[in-house]
């Protein structure tokens, strides 16, 4: 079936530091690609998405591109912020639902 | 975000009892999910509407089950609760499904001792 699988954390990365998530997926057809956010003790929120290949999606500095002949989305961001310390999700969707990858946690240090 | 509220919040309670967990939408959205996170799991489904009266399984739908009477109201009902259940349990919205990515609620934790 259908999976997402993306690096395993936490990644710990100084302030301004250059930042790339792996995440690959397994599909049938052409799945939309999405990058969840999750901060602490809330809900996830849409980062950014991507509905076909070679289409990149991007918001808030972060950048990810669909690249079917690698079946690879992977997250990039040129220089994070503390702020940026959080819990990242790929997913894909799948008919009427999504699937998610398990999740990166992120820490950034000042 | 898409004015979703779960509640309770946090809920301590213990095995063998029935609990039910509300997530209540104001965006009339069609789609609505119920997941539970876990560490090391990530998201997982538990089960999903896709109108009222109409709920499928997810991938971890045992022990639990769902009403949808109002577009606006999705409960999640544990009959009766098992340590196992112990998770953040998170519901979810999407207008109308496929491409649209879903809108997520604050969750809420719940504890079965």
């Known amino acids: 079936g259908d999976s997402v699988t993306q690096m395993e954390g936490p990644v710990t990365l100084s302030e301004e530091a250059f930042l790339t998530i792996n995440c690959t997926y397994t599909a049938t057809g052409y799945p939309s690609l999405f990058w969840y956010v999750q901060y602490p003790g809330e809900g996830l929120q849409l980062l950014l998405k991507a509905t076909k290949a070679d289409d990149k999606g991007s918001n808030k500095g972060f950048e990810a591109t669909y690249r079917k002949e690698t079946t690879s989305f992977h997250l990039e961001k040129g220089s994070v912020q503390v702020s940026d310390s959080a819990v990242y999700f790929c997913?894909?969707?799948?008919?009427?639902?999504?699937?998610f990858g398990k999740g990166t946690r992120l820490h950034i240090l000042p | 975000d898409a004015g979703i509220t779960q509640s309770p919040r946090h809920k301590v309670t213990e095995t063998g009892t029935p609990v039910t967990l509300r997530c209540h939408q104001t965006e009339n959205h069609r789609y609505m999910y119920w997941y539970r996170q876990d560490p090391g799991h990530g998201l997982r489904l538990i089960h999903y509407?896709?109108?009222?009266?109409?709920?499928d399984k997810g991938e971890v739908s045992d022990g639990y089950s769902v009403s949808r009477s109002k577009t606006e109201d999705f409960l999640l009902t544990l009959e009766s609760a098992t340590s196992s259940q112990t998770s953040v349990y998170f519901c979810?919205?999407?207008?109308?499904?496929?491409?649209?990515?879903?809108?997520f609620g604050d969750g809420t934790r719940l504890s079965i001792l």
């Open positions: 509407s896709y109108g009222v009266k109409d709920t």
């Open positions: 997913a894909l969707n799948r008919d009427d639902k999504i699937i």
């Open positions: 979810a919205t999407n207008r109308d499904s496929g491409n649209q990515p879903q809108h």
